[in-house]
Every structure is written in C-alpha cells, then in structure tokens.
Nanobody, 130 residues
Framework: QVQLVESGGGLVQTGGSLRLACTTS????????IVWFRQAPGKEREGVSC????????YYADFVKGRFTISRDNAKNTIYLRMNSLQPEDTGVYYC???????????????????????WGQGTQVTVSS
C-alpha cells in the first residue's frame, strides 16, 4: 500500500518561505499526479496545488497563486511545494495525496472536490507567526 511522506514544515515569520517535500518508497512518482492539501485548525481540509502527470499546467488555489510553486524531482522521487510570502492564514498541516479513482486529480481538486484521494501521510505542520 502506498503511503506518502511529507516533510519540510516549520515555524516562520510572516513573509518567510518554506519548501515542503512529498515522497514515498513504494511508488515511482515520475509523471504521477500529486495533490497538496492543507488543513487549518478548526477548518476543513482544502486543496492547495496539484502537479499533473502530463505536461499540463499545474493547479493552484487562488489563495496561493503567485506565492506557491509545485515541482517534481524525479531523481529524488519527490514532489516539492515551494511556499513564499507566507501569511498567518497559511498556518496548518499540509498533506500530499494521490487520486484513488483513476481521474485527472488536478481537474478534480480545481473543481473543489476532496473525495477519492488517499495515501495520506502524517502531514507536516506549517506555522506562520504574525
């Protein structure tokens, strides 16, 4: 069973940057679509960004456009989420996940659905202080 592992979170001040990583030892992530989600305290999980498996454009939620960049390093079997200009509202636990239903996950998460994603890891905590 595939389980993704997130890392790279931490405590930063407003305006700071972090780079999150998502990897696994049980699946080759080369050209595999992966979604980043986050969950703030007391709020529902929300989609943040998605890197498609093909040469399509990645997806970014409106609240991170221009600040976050998703990328992959096939040599390291890792998906990254570079987060710049962090704000206190970016605080939360960040998870990466894959689609379980054979869909195009970037289109699914862009449409607002969170159903049918899995292989969640423990998540990585991002805390942005004001």
């Amino acid at each position: 069973q595939v389980q993704l592992v997130e890392s790279g979170g931490g405590l930063v001040q407003t305006g700071g940057s972090l780079r999150l990583a998502c990897t696994t030892s049980t699946l080759a992530l080369d050209n595999y679509p992966i979604v980043w989600f986050r969950q703030a305290p007391g709020k529902e999980r929300e989609g943040v960004s998605c890197i498609p498996g093909r040469d399509d454009n990645p997806y970014y939620a409106d609240f991170v456009k221009g600040r976050f960049t998703i990328s992959r390093d096939n040599a390291k079997n890792t998906i990254y989420l570079r987060m710049n200009s962090l704000q206190p509202e970016d605080t939360g636990v960040y998870y990466c996940a894959k689609d379980l239903l054979g869909r195009e996950p970037c289109k699914v998460v862009a449409g607002g659905s969170l159903v049918g994603f899995g292989s969640w890891g423990q998540g990585t905590q991002v805390t942005v202080s004001s």
